[in-house]
């Protein structure tokens, strides 16, 4: 099992910035992918941003690209995503995930094929 906690949403006007981190724990594996998604109200769960285990290798979602930044600290065995020129349209609750990419229908894009979820975190932005 793996467990995942995020933290570090709020409130923040359009154009700041947020930090959201999400702490890893449990049986995890080298095989596994982490990512970032969010569900505005009345909307699908969409995909945000993921990166592998090592953290080397990132895809982001277009509404993301050029404003957002995941990140993997494996000592603290962390995954973060720097938002910066937020948008009112990036109000969402922000959920951490886990999945493992070895699996034959991997991918990254897809929540289905993430096995684990964090409780999320919402974001405001104001315009």
């Known amino acids: 099992q793996v467990q995942l906690a995020e933290s570090g949403g709020g409130l923040a006007q359009a154009g700041g910035s947020l930090r959201l981190s999400c702490v890893v724990s449990?049986?995890?594996?080298?095989?596994?992918?982490m990512g970032w998604f969010r569900q505005a109200p009345g909307k699908e769960r969409e995909f945000v941003a993921v990166?592998?285990?090592?953290?080397?290798?990132?895809y982001y979602a277009d509404s993301a690209k050029g404003r957002f930044t995941i990140s993997r600290d494996n000592v603290q065995n962390t995954v973060d995503l720097q938002m910066n020129t937020l948008k009112p349209e990036d109000t969402a609750v922000y959920y951490c995930?886990?999945?493992?990419?070895?699996?034959?229908?991997?991918?990254?894009?897809?929540?289905?094929?993430?096995?684990?979820w964090g409780q999320g975190t919402q974001v405001t932005v104001s315009s």
């Open positions: 449990g049986r995890t594996s080298s095989s596994y992918a």
């Open positions: 990166t592998n285990w090592s953290g080397r290798s990132t």
């Open positions: 995930a886990v999945g493992d990419t070895s699996r034959n229908n991997w991918r990254y894009y897809w929540s289905q094929v993430y096995d684990y």
